[in-house]
């Protein structure tokens, strides 16, 4: 049985066959709607979210399985003081697969030591956030052809963001990516990675304006200021609105350049750069509904014949 903790889970090759599988279920989607008839997904989730949630939740319900979960760590046993693994023991016995969100890092991994069905990590505090990752990764291949040989811009919140610290961990073993870290000097992507990243002679490079690099980039990844995380509003309130991107900012940009973005968006991309063709955050979350199909099979073992 495997579970999905990080995108390292997955070897280059496999991911591969998940992005083909899922471009396979985009092409027919009719094909899969009986796949999972039968199975149900628990998707547990101890922090807030909409778009993750529901995400796995529509994937689930795409492939003809059903749901069965929570949303809110008040609303399940965690608030009688339940441990996380007796959580999962018991979800066991209910579903088949599940996707789980917590604010602790490695809470999930916790879970999957102790569940008899797979677990998904959902995002686990500031660490990881594999099944976002492979939406962005899903999106790069599918709308540039090939996951490789461009320059990655990843803007905001570097410290705190998790879908951040899973991307670059995922890209790192393709080959010809070049990283800008566009962030405030306090909120720099943490030490382990760009010592990870020295290590491997991956080529990058840290700066604070956006608009200075802006026109050597293939990709930027905008991302939000992670609030929930912050010790202290003032902080929060003085680097909320760091970076603003905006049709100005866009002028600068490469004709083919993408911008993707994890959502929720706050103030970080302004509205007018929506109808902008480079826009592609919107597709990345229609990508991220087949990618979670394409896991779930997976991780199910369910191979249409
Ligand atoms: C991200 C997350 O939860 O880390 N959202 C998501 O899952 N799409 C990004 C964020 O909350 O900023």
Known sequence: M????SPLDFSVEELE??????NDIEADMGKYAHACTGKKLATCFYEPSTRTRLSFESAMLNLGGSVIGFSDANSSSAAKGESVSDTIRVISCFADICAMRHPKEGAPMVAASHSSIPVINAGDGGHQHPTQTLTDLLTIRSLKGHIGDFIIGLCGDL????????????LMRYPGIRFVFISPPELRVPDYITESLKEKDIE???????DEVMGE???LYMTRVQRERFFNEEDYVRLKDFYILNKEKMSLAKKDMLVLHPLPRVNEISVEVDDDPRAAYFK??????YVR????????EIKLT
Do not use: C, P, W
């Open 2 to 5: 495997r579970h999905l903790m």
């Open 17 to 22: 066959e998940l992005f083909i599988l899922a």
């Open 159 to 170: 410290k705190f963001g998790r879908t951040v610290h899973s991307l670059i961990n995922a």
């Open 204 to 210: 990058y490079k840290e700066v604070i304006s956006l």
């Open 217 to 219: 980039l293939d990709f």
């Open 284 to 289: 990345q979350v229609q990508y991220g509904v």
């Open 293 to 300: 199909m394409a896991l779930i099979l997976t991780l199910l």
